[in-house]
Structures are given as C-alpha cells and as structure tokens.
C-alpha cells in the first residue's frame, strides 16, 4: 500500500525548545489509515493536522474500543533521526488489538509508516538536551451505532508532539503514592494492553495522589492489594540487596519496551535481574532492614525515572537517601545515549529515518 502526502500550506511556527511540557504542542501533519470490514486496511495518507469529524453515535465515544501506543523520535548529533524499536510498539499494538477485537495491522507497513510522517516533519524533531519528538500511534472503532459488538471500521491515526522530560522532576527521584483502595486491572482483564479503560479507571486515583503531593501511583494487584504490579505511567524495579527484581508479567500489567531493554541490557552487564511477585510488604521490610538500594520506574515517556519515596497507608519508605541509585543513573545515560546516537548500538535498538 502507497501512502499519499498532501502537506500544509499554513505550516504552524515552532514552540520554544526550552519550554516543550510533555504532550502539549503538535506537529503540522497526521498520518490515517481506514479499515472496512471486507476491505482490510485501506487510504493511508498523511495529511494537515486537524480536528476530526466524528458522527455523535461514533462506537469509540460509547464503549471506548480503542488502542494506543507511545515511541519516541530522537535528534542525533550527526543530524540523523533515530526511533527506538518501533517494531516492538507495533508488535504491540497487535496484542492490544487482539483483546480489543480490532483488526491487526501490518507491522512493518506501519513502521514504514512512522517513518514516513517523521520524515515529513523531521524539522519539528527537537536537538535540545532532554527533548524528543513523542509519537503516539492509535486506533478508534469509528462504525455510528449505540450496540455493544466490536465495530466493522476503524481509523488508524499517527500524530507527533515535540515534547520535553515528562516528570517535571526530571532525573530527580520521584515520590509514589502506593494505592491500596481502587484497582486498576485484574488477570483476565485488559490490563496487560493499551487501551483507553487502563488509563480513565487510574484517574481518581491519580488524583487523590497528587492532593497529597504525590507524583504517581502504584498499584497493587487487585484481589489480595499487597503484590505490587505497576506505577500508572512505568513498569517499576526495585534493586534489594543487589538483586534486581520487577514484577512478573502475569496478563493484568503492560509489557513494556523500555522494561524489556532495561532486562536485556542488566543481564548482558552482569546483573541478577528477577521477574517474579513481590509484594509491598517485602519492599517495607527491606527498607526496614537496610537492604532496599533502589527503585526506579520504566517507560517510553520516561525512559528511566528514579523514585526516591513510597507511602504506603503513612508509612513512608525512603529509598537510597532520596538520590539518583548507580543502576538507574547507569540506565538513564546507557538508553538515552543508545536513543539519541551518543552510544553505539550494540543491540541493533535504534532505526534511522531516512
């Protein structure tokens, strides 16, 4: 399939690098793709960022069947535009779609066409430090009709914001608000797939959070409240006594790029890293007893973010002094370097638009 480019004739003027946010300022175009039951996956262009014109009884607005996925592109110093394993991100949206009863998409098409819109606003990319241009890919069921059935059309939709760190606090150690009263997901649920329901059903908690001057959320598993399974925004680690541990992927929590690199890239330096349960009770004891060195969360929007508290019902665990620890700072520099081209890559991560 050929992928059509109409471009903007009113092009918008850049924001300032300095003062990006996250998720705030958009690019000039947008990549769509339809879906039609009987046609398959159809009509891919790019065309001017703009609203879109839904039909009020649109199926997504009513029962929220609908994928989303984040990636990152990258400035490199040489001038080159790198994506950090795009494949992986399309290879999820595959698994959202199938628990979603959305149509699979192909893969490679749909990096190629990642790449074509990047490169088509590759001047939007930002070279600031810290800075990248967030991608975020998704899909809506778009049939007008008030039943509950998986819709028979879909939009496939790609748009990019030039996006800045998306914790104000940077490198600096986050302080996470342990959640022991509502629940996110359960097995069995949609909990390991990104989509909309993961996301609306974390708000209140979020919240109740930031009242507290909290920054996130962590959320225990939702029939015993005591396995800890993510933050809403990152898989989460904890390096206790040198070992370092992160919750099994058990069908209720996102399997994550960046968790899945950070194992790769611990194992290959030597380290013990563990996937098993492990409950907030076991991280408690091992504040209490000394031996909880780290804990750090994991994400694309993130990439590695270095958690320096939990409340946990008023018990507070502070961990290592409530500074940057030697692993996450380690995998900060390591990842980020590998993104943004500073650091051979030995793993193959990275694909340059051209």
Same mark, same amino acid.
């Given at each position: 399939?050929?992928?059509? %480019?109409?471009?903007?004739?009113?092009?918008?003027?850049?924001? &300032?690098?300095?003062? *990006?946010?996250?998720g705030? &300022?958009?690019?000039?175009?947008?990549?769509?793709?339809?879906?039609?039951?009987?046609?398959?996956?159809?009509?891919?262009?790019?065309?001017?960022?703009a609203?879109?014109?839904?039909?009020p009884?649109?199926?997504? *607005?009513h029962?929220?069947?609908?994928?989303? /996925?984040?990636?990152?592109a990258?400035?490199?110093? #040489?001038?080159?535009?790198?994506?950090?394993?795009p494949?992986? #991100?399309?290879?999820?949206i &595959?698994?959202? #779609? /199938?628990?979603m009863?959305i149509?699979q998409i192909?893969?490679?098409?749909?990096?190629?066409a990642?790449?074509?819109?990047? #490169?088509? /606003?590759?001047?939007?990319? !930002?070279?600031?430090?810290?800075?990248?241009?967030?991608?975020r890919p998704? @899909?809506?069921?778009t049939?007008?009709?008030?039943?509950?059935?998986p819709a028979?059309?879909?939009?496939?939709i790609?748009?990019?914001?030039? =996006?800045?760190?998306?914790?104000p606090?940077?490198?600096? !150690?986050?302080?996470?608000?342990?959640?022991?009263?509502?629940?996110?997901?359960?097995k069995?649920?949609?909990? =390991?797939?990104?989509?909309l329901?993961?996301?609306?059903? =974390?708000?209140?908690?979020?919240?109740?959070?930031k009242?507290?001057?909290?920054?996130?959320? *962590?959320?225990?598993?939702?029939?015993?409240?005591?396995? @800890? +399974?993510?933050?809403?925004?990152?898989?989460?680690?904890?390096v @206790?006594?040198?070992?370092?541990?992160?919750?099994?992927?058990?069908?209720?929590?996102?399997?994550?790029?960046?968790?899945?690199s950070?194992?790769?890239l611990?194992?290959?330096?030597?380290y013990?890293?563990? +996937?098993?349960?492990i409950?907030?009770?076991?991280?408690y004891?091992?504040?209490?007893?000394?031996k909880?060195?780290?804990?750090?969360?994991?994400g694309?929007?993130a990439?590695?973010?270095?958690?320096g508290q939990?409340?946990w019902?008023?018990? @507070?665990?502070?961990?290592?002094?409530?500074?940057t620890?030697?692993?996450?700072?380690?995998?900060?520099?390591t %990842?980020?370097?590998?993104?943004?081209?500073?650091?051979?890559d030995?793993?193959?991560?990275?694909?340059e638009?051209k």
């Amino acid at each position: 399939m050929d992928i059509t %480019i109409l471009k903007t004739t009113t092009p918008k003027e850049k924001p &300032n690098q300095d003062n *990006l946010g996250f998720g705030k &300022n958009f690019t000039d175009h947008m990549f769509i793709m339809d879906y039609t039951e009987g046609k398959g996956w159809h009509d891919a262009r790019i065309v001017p960022y703009a609203p879109l014109q839904l039909d009020p009884a649109t199926m997504v *607005l009513h029962y929220g069947q609908a994928i989303f /996925e984040g990636l990152k592109a990258y400035k490199a110093e #040489n001038g080159s535009i790198l994506l950090f394993r795009p494949d992986k #991100n399309m290879e999820r949206i &595959n698994s959202s #779609n /199938e628990r979603m009863c959305i149509p699979q998409i192909d893969v490679d098409f749909c990096v190629k066409a990642i790449k074509t819109l990047v #490169n088509v /606003e590759r001047d939007c990319v !930002p070279t600031a430090e810290g800075t990248s241009l967030y991608i975020r890919p998704f @899909i809506i069921a778009t049939d007008p009709y008030l039943g509950v059935r998986p819709a028979d059309t879909y939009k496939f939709i790609i748009i990019c914001s030039p =996006s800045g760190a998306y914790y104000p606090e940077g490198l600096d !150690p986050v302080k996470i608000w342990v959640e022991s009263k509502y629940v996110r997901a359960v097995k069995g649920g949609v909990g =390991s797939s990104k989509t909309l329901a993961n996301y609306s059903s =974390s708000l209140k908690a979020q919240q109740e959070a930031k009242q507290n001057h909290y920054t996130q959320v *962590l959320w225990l598993d939702g029939i015993e409240r005591k396995y @800890i +399974e993510e933050v809403g925004t990152m898989n989460v680690f904890f390096v @206790i006594d040198g070992e370092v541990i992160t919750p099994a992927l058990e069908g209720s929590i996102l399997p994550g790029i960046t968790r899945m690199s950070v194992i790769e890239l611990l194992k290959q330096q030597g380290y013990t890293v563990t +996937e098993r349960k492990i409950s907030i009770q076991e991280v408690y004891d091992a504040h209490t007893n000394g031996k909880l060195d780290e804990a750090f969360g994991t994400g694309t929007a993130a990439v590695i973010s270095p958690i320096g508290q939990f409340n946990w019902n008023d018990n @507070i665990i502070t961990v290592n002094n409530n500074r940057t620890g030697k692993i996450a700072g380690y995998l900060y520099d390591t %990842i980020t370097g590998i993104q943004g081209g500073k650091i051979p890559d030995a793993f193959g991560w990275t694909q340059e638009v051209k």
